[in-house]
């Protein structure tokens, strides 16, 4: 009969003490990186296999954080999700966390959610995306001392809850200079409607460029749903006009392709750029603004886990988009 692996193995295999091995399971991130890989390999080479009900009993936790899935767009924007998921649950599993996948449709519906999903199971805590103004989800966890992260800021609040963003008024305004650089003058914006924290702070690095090059005051701005119907339809009526724009910068992906579809029809050349580097901006060579997904997402599990150790790190961090430069552009 084959030898229990134990802590005690995997600690001689890995040749360090019984409590490193502890931490690594329950504490990761106080590990130092080379400690923490060793034992890794020594748990995985030796097949050990940490007793869940005994661990929760030991640590008054679960080992579980749950997530929301978004509902299904155009399969265009989605995908930014799906990869900042992926992330999240790697980085989640290198701790010792699983995440739980719900789903919503809308603040009042997520907020019933998070007391069904709390009632049924012994949650440590949540990471919400999306974030708005008035966000009433974040205030639901708070006033019930939930732990949770947001992957995205509290825009009437900065320092509300903790949090990790990604600068879009810094990549809307990489790719307004780079057209600026170029030689573009007359450079629009599509974008969404005002009120939402994410359209508004990408609205301001354009906007913010196009000042610093003496060039707001005529620059021409649509507002509209996110989708490629409404980008092709904003383009197209930016097109019409007198003095036509010779580049265009784009809230999302999404309406940046639609916008390339009316460009197409036209003999004038026109510059368009996207946001979020999608896997379609890639296969068709749309410049766009990629956001360090992967990044956000080792943050926000090394923030809530922070939290839960009662050793907190930075409580907001702002992550750098970087532009990637295709044909469009």
């Known amino acids: ?36 890989r060793r034992v890794q390999e020594a748990i995985a080479t030796l097949g050990y296999r940490a007793n869940q009900a005994a661990r929760q009993m030991r640590t008054g936790r679960s080992r579980l954080i749950a997530v929301r899935i978004e509902p299904t767009r155009d399969g265009i924007n989605g995908s930014v ?21 719900y789903t919503a449709t809308g603040d009042d519906h997520e907020i019933s959610t998070y007391d069904d999903l709390l009632g049924a199971y012994d949650l440590d805590g949540f990471v919400l995306t999306g974030t708005d103004h008035g966000d009433p989800r974040t205030a639901w ?12 800021r509290p825009w009437d609040a900065p320092d509300a809850h903790p949090w990790i963003d990604v600068d879009g008024a810094a990549g ?17 914006f599509i974008g969404w409607p005002e009120g939402s924290g994410v359209g508004d702070d990408r609205h301001a690095g354009w906007r913010t460029a196009m000042a610093a090059a003496g060039l707001d ?16 339809r904003e383009m197209r009526e930016l ?36 946001f979020d580097d999608t896997p379609v901006a890639a296969a068709i060579g749309l410049t766009s603004v990629s956001q360090p997904l992967a990044a956000a997402a080792a943050c926000c599990v090394e923030l809530l886990t922070g939290l839960l150790d009662g050793q907190p790190t930075d409580p907001h961090v702002l992550l750098s988009p970087t532009l990637v430069l295709r044909h469009t552009a």
């Open 217 to 232: 005051g005529g620059a021409p701005r649509r507002a509209t749903e996110d989708g490629i119907a409404q980008g092709e």
């Open 1 to 36: 009969m084959a030898e229990k692996v134990t802590i005690a193995t995997v600690a001689r295999h890995a040749q360090v003490s019984r409590q490193t091995v502890s931490n690594v399971l329950n504490a990761p991130h106080i590990v130092r990186e080379e400690t923490r």
């Open 172 to 188: 809307t305004a990489q790719a307004t200079r780079r057209l600026l650089d170029t030689g573009h003058r007359r450079i629009a």
């Open 141 to 152: 966890l708070a006033e019930r001392g939930v732990p949770f992260v947001t992957f995205g």
């Open 81 to 101: 999700l799906d990869r900042f998921l992926h992330g999240l649950t790697e980085t989640a599993d290198a701790a010792g966390y699983r995440v739980l996948l």
């Open 239 to 274: 097109l019409a006009a007198d003095e036509p724009p010779t580049a265009v910068v784009c809230v999302s992906d999404s309406l940046a392709l639609g916008a390339l579809r009316a460009v197409r029809d036209t003999a004038v050349p026109v510059a368009v750029t996207g």
